[in-house]
């Protein structure tokens, strides 16, 4: 009877101390591509479901716009500057599931803030002006593990983005709906 009592304390223990380790990672780094670009991040803890994502990277486009039709190569590879504040709301129903959490697996809503800034555009063998612009993105994604070290990721949304095309000699700026869907694979340091 001491051995079953002792056993089931010991089980009580281990559930209540894992039910309050039901939390975001403190920090995580690092790198993910997809179709469209290449990016390094880092998510810092804001609260027990709140990550501060933070990404550097490089976005790829093919533009079909106003901008640069007098040009002929659409690609680009123009760097990114990511903010994005991450509520994932699943995570205790996922840990009491027995599912990993770990490296901030789990589903998320996101405000995606980006910044195209006009340092420089890579391919751009036509010498088409740098165009910069600012999007806000409420986005709606999954993040998923793939062994102890790789992850995926996808993620649908739609929001606002501003073109300063000004900056770039043309006549106005040019505020307009933009979509976010992405599909990354990625590495976690």
């Known amino acids: 009877m001491k051995k079953t009592l002792l056993t089931l304390i010991l089980c009580g223990l281990i559930l209540v101390a894992k039910s309050q380790n039901t939390s975001v990672e403190k920090s995580t780094f690092g ?3 997809g179709v469209l670009g290449i990016w390094a991040y880092n998510e810092a803890k804001l609260s027990n479901a709140i990550a501060l994502r933070t990404e550097l990277g490089f976005d790829f486009g093919i533009w079909e716009t106003t901008y ?10 123009t760097p990114v500057i990511v903010v ?4 994932y ?9 027995s599912k990993r959490i770990d490296g ?9 803030m980006g910044y195209h800034p006009d340092w420089f555009v890579l391919f751009n063998t036509d010498n088409a002006p740098v ?6 993105i409420p986005t709606l994604g999954i ?6 070290h790789f992850n995926y990721e996808a993620g649908i949304g739609a929001g606002y983005s501003y073109t300063f095309a000004e900056r770039a000699g043309y006549s106005k700026n040019k505020g307009e709906l933009e979509l976010n ?5 990625g590495y976690r340091f």
């Open 31 to 33: 790198l993910q591509t």
């Open 68 to 77: 640069y039709d007098d040009y002929d190569s659409p690609f680009l590879l």
């Open 143 to 148: 993040r998923r593990n793939i062994g102890s």
């Open 89 to 97: 709301y699943n995570l205790k129903k996922r840990s009491e599931n």
């Open 104 to 112: 901030n697996s789990g589903n998320f809503i996101a405000l995606k």
């Open 181 to 185: 869907m992405h599909l990354r694979i």
């Open 84 to 87: 994005e504040p991450r509520f």
């Open 131 to 136: 165009v910069s612009d600012f999007s806000i």
